[in-house]
Nanobody
Framework: QVQLVESGGGSVQAGGSLRLSCAAS????????VAWFRQAPGKEREGVAG???????SYADSVKGRFTISRDNGKNTLYLGMTSLKPEDTAMYYC?????????????????????WGQGTQVTVSS
């Protein structure tokens, strides 16, 4: 069964950096669509960054220029580099994935297009 396991979350001061990892099992991060979502208490889950099956990237306006989504095909791992972190970035971060044939379903930030989800890793940014 497909498994996605996030790691790398933690507490950091505003302006700091973190790199989240999502290790995939029985699923190739290359050739399929993957994304990062986040959800803060009392708020809806939102797409943060997406990576297409052919390597194209997309970002939420709120994180453009600060976050970078990438993958290491050899390690079969997805990453989210986060810099210049702000208190409003505080949330549980989840990686999500869907097979390549379904990548065209909806936009990259549409949560229901993703079949597989990790358990999440907490990011807390203090002011």
């Amino acid at each position: 069964q497909v498994q996605l396991v996030e790691s790398g979350g933690g507490s950091v001061q505003a302006g700091g950096s973190l790199r989240l990892s999502c290790a995939a099992s029985r699923f190739h991060v290359s050739g399929n669509c993957v994304a990062w979502f986040r959800q803060a208490p009392g708020k809806e889950r939102e797409g943060v960054a997406g990576l297409s099956s052919i390597g194209g990237t997309s970002y939420a306006d709120s994180v453009k220029g600060r976050f970078t989504i990438s993958r290491d095909n050899g390690k079969n791992t997805l990453y989210l580099g986060m810099t210049s972190l702000k208190p409003e970035d505080t949330a549980m971060y989840y990686c999500a994935a869907v097979l390549g044939y379904a990548c065209s379903s909806g936009s990259w930030s549409t949560s229901y297009k993703y079949q597989y989800w990790g358990q999440g890793t907490q990011v807390t940014v203090s002011s």
